[in-house]
């Protein structure tokens, strides 16, 4: 089945510690994307990446940190720098190009961290 | 920059009621909108894709229309049942982006 796979589900952390959250995909898709959704707000964007080993920063990019190496896979890393990083993570994958493209989203992480 | 605003935040019906929710936006130069249902603590489930050429889309007992120039969106969902019961969120891709910008959604209660 072609999806979009985030681990692990629930991941807690201390204060001061990185953190990284998977996400791969199967769907052949070139552009994935990291959200943030807290209680209350809409989702809002981390980074997002239109190719491999190409990203850009979204809206809220600060205290985040992301790589790109493989078509699959778009990790996101939760530095110590991100001052209030307990939130629900999503990922998600699209077709690229110019264009209108629907975004399929994976189940999420929900990072807490004391 | 692109705001999406979604009316009501919150709506309880009863089953049986047919709904409609609301999603508008304040540029009209966007590529689509997705509405997207979500469950607690789930990922996002794509419900209808709207192309910013079409007016709307229909899939079983969901129908979604797009007014571009107006700015605005319904979800409209027919004979609701408990398991409809969901918060409902609308985004919009701006042709001038890359990523989708979200409303903050509305939370539905269908009781039985």
């Known amino acids: 089945d072609g999806g979009i796979t985030q681990s692990p589900k629930y991941l807690f952390r201390k204060e001061g510690q990185n953190v990284t959250l998977s996400c791969e995909q199967n769907?052949?898709?070139?552009?994935m994307y990291w959200y943030r959704q807290d209680p209350g707000q809409g989702l809002r964007l981390i980074y997002y990446s239109q190719i491999v080993n190409d990203f850009q920063k979204g809206d809220i990019a600060e205290g985040y940190s992301v790589s790109r190496e493989k078509k699959e896979s778009f990790p996101l890393t939760v530095t110590s720098a991100q001052k209030n990083p307990t939130a629900f993570y999503l990922c998600?994958?699209?077709?690229?190009?110019?264009?209108?493209?629907?975004?399929?989203f994976g189940p999420g992480t929900r990072l807490t961290v004391t | 920059k692109q705001e999406v605003t979604q009316i009501p935040a919150a709506l309880s019906v009863p089953e049986g009621e047919n709904l409609v929710l609301n999603c508008s936006f304040t540029d009209s130069a966007i590529y689509n909108l997705q509405w997207f249902r979500q469950d607690p603590g789930k990922g996002l489930t794509s419900l209808l894709l709207i192309q910013s050429s079409q007016r709307e889309q229909t899939s079983g007992r969901l129908n979604a229309s797009l007014d571009k120039s107006s700015g605005r969106s319904t979800l409209y969902i027919a004979a609701s049942q408990p398991g409809d019961s969901a918060t409902y969120l609308c985004?919009?891709?701006?042709?001038?982006?890359?990523?989708?910008?979200f409303g903050k959604g509305t939370t539905l209660s269908v009781s039985s």
């Open positions: 998600a994958s699209s077709r690229s190009g110019t264009g209108s493209h629907e975004q399929y």
């Open positions: 769907l052949n898709h070139d552009a």
């Open positions: 985004a919009v891709e701006n042709q001038a982006g890359t990523a989708l910008i």
